[in-house]
C-alpha cells in the first residue's frame, strides 16, 4: 500500500459509499468519521447521519474497500460497501424492512410490558416484585442494543446516546432492585422510570428510522426507475435480457408502456416520453428519429427502436442518482458548530450527571433525589435532535429539488445558493433558444432566394449556430457547387462558388475587402437595434459588389421573462453577460428588464467578470449552458448549468438544471432558502432543548420519564419540521401546468 502512495505515477482520486449501521447520535456519526480519516490514503470523508452513509475519497489504489469497514468496525459499528448494483440495492431494502419490522416487535413489546408499570402513578397500587418482573425484560431484552451500542462505543474511547440510556436506566433498574430485594417495603421503587425510559426512546427510534425513510424517499425513487429488463435485437432476433447486459452501441426496441431501458438516440418509430420523474416536465415529451431519450423514462405510445449510447455508472440516470446521493451524503457547512459540539457533548453530559449526583446527596443529603437527578440529565442528554437537524433538511431538501429536475451537487452548493443577490445570466441557450433563425433576407439586384441559396452553398456544411440558420431557410433551394472556402474566425468567411467569389461575413470585413455597405447601413442598424445579427454578402472582383445582407435572429425562451421578474421580486440583481455584440445583448436586456449588461465578453473572460462582481462584495450565481461558461461556472459562488445534465455540466456547476427552463434558477434559489430555513429552526429547537432541558435535569425538576419522552419526542418533531420540507413545489412547473 505505501509503495502506492509513494509510485511516480499519477494518483487519481477514488470514490467510495458506505452503508453505516448502528449509529444513533451525532456523536456517533462524528466517530465513524474520524476513523474513515485516519485511514491512510482518505483525503475526505462525510457521514450522514439522516441517510446513515458514509461518502470517502481516496488516492486511487491506495487502500481496499476493506480498510474501510475494518476502520468503521473499530470504532464500534458495522459497514457494507455501496456498489450500485440493481439486485444488491433491493436486498438491501428488503433487508431495511426486515429490520423495521423487527424493531416494530421490539417495540409493541417494551410498551405492552412497560404500560402497566404506570398504574402505581395513577393510584393503582402494583406488588414490587411484578414491578420487577414487568421492567426486567425490557431492560435487558428489549434494551439489550442500547447495552450492546454503549460496550462498542466505551471500547473505542467515547460516548453516545446509547451509552448515556444504557447507564441512566440501569441506575434506576438496579436502585429499585435493590430496594426491592434487601430493603424492607415502603421505599419508592424505578422500575416505571427504567422501563418506560427504554420504551419510549424505541419509540422515538422507530419513528425516526421512519421519518428518515420518509426523507430518503427522493434516491429511492429515483433507483425505482432503473428498468430490469431490455429487448435487445441480436443477430436478426429480438431477445429479452437483463438491462445491465445491454452494451453500448446495441440496438433496443421499446414498445409502448414500456420504461426505457438505456440512454440513446432514437433510430426509428415516434412516441411521446414521459420524463417527469427524471427532468419534472409535467407533460411528455414527443420523440422520432434523431431524438435523445434517456433511460428511465417512460414510453407512453408508439414503438421505438434505439441505438444505445450510455449504459450502467455512465447512463444518465446513474448520474443523477449518484448526484443526489452525494448531496445528500454530503456536509452543510452549517454542520461543522454542529460537530464541534456533538464531540464534546457526551463527555459533558457525563461530567453534569455526576455533579448532581453529588450536589444533590452531599450537599441536600438526598441519595434518592440525586439518584433521579442523575439519571435524568442522562437520559434527556441526548444529541440525536443535534445530529439530525441538518442531514434531514438536505437530504429532503436536495431530493425535493431533484424531483424538480434541480440537480443539486453538493450541500455546499445547497446552503451557499440562499445567499445568492447577484445572478450572472447568460444569454445564447440561457434566455434565448440557443437555435438561431433567419428572420430578414434583403437581397440588392438579385432575387432573395438567390441571395438565399449563395449564402447556404458558402457555408454548406458548416455548423456554427448562423450558418446552420441560413441552411436551414435555404432548404429545397438549389445550390451553386463550391470549390473553395477560407474561414477567418471573428469575422467571416471567403468563399469561390462556380464562377464568382464572395465574401460573407461583418460589415468590417466588408470595408476591409472594397464592399459599400452604406445602402444597407440604415436598415442594418435598425434590425441590430431589435436584436438581430446582421450578416453581409459581397461578391468580389474588380468591382466588388454588395449583394444584400440576411438578419438572423435567436428568439427569446417564452420563459425568460417571467424568470427575470421572478428574481428581481426576491431582490436578485441581474446580469446580462454574453459574448454577441452590444446591440443584440442590449435588445435582449430591454425586453428583460435586465439593468446591467456586459457584451462582447468571451468565455475566457466571463470569469473574470464573475470575480468582479465578487470583490465588489456581491454572492454571484453563474447561469450557463456548462460547456462555454464552465470558467465562469466554477468561479462563481453557485454554477447553475442550463441543459440536460452533461457531464461537463454535473462536474463544473453546483446545481444543474435538468430542464433549459430559466425559471428554475429562482426555483433552485427559494428551495435551498427553504431548506436553509429548516436547518436553522431544527438546530435552534435542539439547543434550546438541551440548553433549557439538562438544567432541569440536574435541579430535579424532571422525572426519568418525562425526561425520557421529552428525549424521544425532540429528535422526532426535528424530523417532522425537516418533512415539511416535502410541501415545497417548484413554481415554475406549477405555472408550466396551469398555462397548459
Not at 462524528?30 to 457521514?47: N, Q, Y
Amino acid at each position: 500500500m505505501q509503495a502506492s502512495l509513494n509510485s511516480t505515477t499519477t494518483a487519481y482520486p477514488a470514490s467510495f459509499e458506505l452503508a453505516v449501521f448502528g449509529m444513533s447520535c451525532a456523536s456517533c456519526a462524528g466517530r465513524v468519521e474520524r476513523a474513515l480519516a485516519a485511514v491512510p490514503g482518505v483525503t475526505r470523508a462525510s457521514v450522514n447521519l439522516a441517510t446513515e452513509r458514509a461518502s470517502v475519497e481516496a488516492v486511487e489504489s491506495a487502500l481496499e474497500p476493506v480498510d474501510l469497514m475494518l476502520a468503521v468496525q473499530s470504532a464500534g459499528y458495522d459497514a457494507e460497501l455501496l456498489t450500485g448494483d440493481t439486485e444488491a440495492d433491493a436486498q438491501r431494502a428488503l433487508q431495511e424492512r426486515a429490520r423495521l419490522r423487527h424493531e416494530t416487535r421490539r417495540l409493541a413489546a417494551a410498551l405492552v410490558l412497560s404500560a402497566p408499570l404506570l398504574l402505581p402513578m395513577l393510584g393503582v397500587p402494583l406488588p414490587a416484585w411484578l414491578q420487577m418482573l414487568l421492567a426486567t425484560p425490557v431492560q435487558f431484552v428489549m434494551g439489550a442494543r442500547f447495552y450492546a451500542a454503549g460496550w462498542r462505543a466505551l471500547r473505542a474511547g467515547s460516548g453516545n446516546m446509547d451509552l448515556l440510556v444504557a447507564l441512566g436506566t440501569s441506575v434506576a433498574y438496579l436502585y429499585s432492585a435493590y430496594v426491592t430485594l434487601v430493603r424492607p417495603p415502603g421505599s419508592e421503587l424505578y422500575f416505571d422510570a427504567a422501563a418506560v425510559v427504554i420504551a419510549l426512546v424505541l419509540l422515538g427510534k422507530w419513528l425516526e428510522a421512519r421519518a428518515k425513510r420518509s426523507a430518503a424517499a427522493a434516491v429511492r425513487g429515483l433507483m425505482s426507475l432503473r428498468p430490469q429488463r431490455a429487448h435487445v435485437e441480436r443477430d436478426g432476433a429480438e431477445l429479452e435480457v437483463r438491462a445491465a447486459d445491454v452494451a453500448s452501441g446495441e440496438i433496443v426496441v421499446v414498445r409502448p408502456g414500456e420504461a426505457v431501458p438505456v440512454d440513446g438516440v432514437v433510430l426509428s418509430g415516434h412516441s411521446a416520453i414521459d420524463e417527469s420523474l427524471l427532468t419534472g416536465e409535467s407533460l411528455p415529451v414527443s420523440k422520432s428519429v434523431g431524438d435523445r431519450v434517456t433511460g428511465g423514462s417512460m414510453n407512453t405510445s408508439g414503438w421505438l427502436r434505439i441505438r444505445t449510447t450510455a449504459v450502467g455508472p455512465r447512463s444518465t440516470l446513474s448520474r443523477i442518482i449518484a448526484l443526489v446521493a452525494g448531496a445528500q451524503a454530503g456536509k452543510a457547512p452549517v454542520q461543522q458548530l454542529v460537530d464541534r459540539v456533538a464531540a464534546v457533548f457526551v463527555p459533558a453530559a457525563l461530567l453534569l450527571a455526576a455533579l448532581a449526583l453529588l450536589g444533590w446527596w452531599l450537599i441536600a443529603g438526598d441519595f434518592t433525589a440525586a439518584i433521579i437527578a442523575a439519571i435524568s440529565v442522562l437520559v434527556v442528554a441526548c444529541p440525536c435532535a443535534l445530529g439530525l437537524a441538518t442531514p434531514t433538511a438536505l437530504v429532503i431538501g436536495s431530493g425535493v429539488a431533484a424531483r424538480a429536475g434541480i440537480l443539486i451537487r453538493d450541500a455546499a452548493a445547497l446552503e451557499s445558493a440562499r445567499r445568492i443577490d447577484t445572478v450572472v445570466l447568460d444569454k445564447t441557450g440561457t434566455l434565448t433558444e440557443g437555435m438561431p433563425v433567419v428572420t430578414d433576407v434583403v437581397p440588392l439586384g438579385i432575387a432573395p432566394e438567390a441571395l438565399l441559396s449563395l449564402a447556404a452553398a458558402a457555408q454548406k456544411g458548416s455548423e456554427h449556430p448562423l450558418a446552420r440558420a441560413v441552411l436551414m431557410r435555404a432548404a429545397g433551394l438549389e445550390l451553386p457547387e463550391l470549390s473553395d472556402l477560407q474561414s477567418l474566425p471573428g469575422s467571416g468567411l471567403l468563399a469561390q462558388l462556380a464562377d464568382e467569389r464572395l465574401v460573407i461575413g461583418n460589415r468590417r470585413l466588408m470595408a476591409d475587402h472594397g464592399v459599400q455597405t452604406k445602402l444597407l447601413d440604415a436598415l442594418a442598424e435598425q434590425l441590430e437595434g431589435r436584436g438581430r445579427t446582421t450578416m453581409w454578402i459581397g461578391r468580389l472582383g474588380a468591382d466588388a459588389q454588395l449583394l444584400g445582407l440576411i438578419a438572423v435572429s435567436d428568439p427569446l425562451k417564452p420563459q425568460a421573462a417571467a424568470a427575470v421578474q421572478r428574481l428581481h421580486r426576491m431582490g436578485i440583481a441581474t446580469v446580462l453577460l454574453t459574448g454577441d455584440n452590444e446591440h443584440s445583448a442590449r435588445a435582449v436586456a430591454d425586453v428583460l428588464g435586465i439593468a446591467q449588461l456586459r457584451a462582447n465578453v468571451p468565455p475566457a473572460a466571463k470569469a473574470a467578470e464573475v470575480r468582479r462582481l465578487q470583490r465588489e462584495g456581491r454572492c454571484v450565481a453563474m447561469v450557463g449552458d456548462g460547456v462555454n461558461d464552465a470558467p465562469a461556472l466554477a468561479v462563481a459562488d453557485v454554477g447553475i448549468a442550463m441543459g440536460s445534465g452533461t457531464d461537463i455540466a454535473m462536474q463544473t456547476a453546483g446545481i444543474t438544471l435538468m430542464r433549459a427552463d430559466p425559471r428554475l434558477v429562482a426555483d433552485a434559489i427559494d428551495v435551498s432558502r427553504a431548506t436553509y430555513d429548516k436547518i436553522r429552526q431544527g438546530l435552534f429547537w435542539a439547543f434550546i432543548y438541551n440548553v433549557v432541558a439538562m438544567p432541569a435535569a440536574a435541579l430535579g425538576l424532571l422525572h426519568p420519564m418525562f425526561a425520557g419522552a421529552a428525549m424521544a419526542l425532540s429528535s422526532v418533531s426535528v424530523v417532522t419540521n425537516a418533512l415539511l420540507l416535502r410541501t415545497w413545489h417548484s413554481r415554475a412547473a406549477e405555472h408550466e401546468h396551469a398555462t397548459r
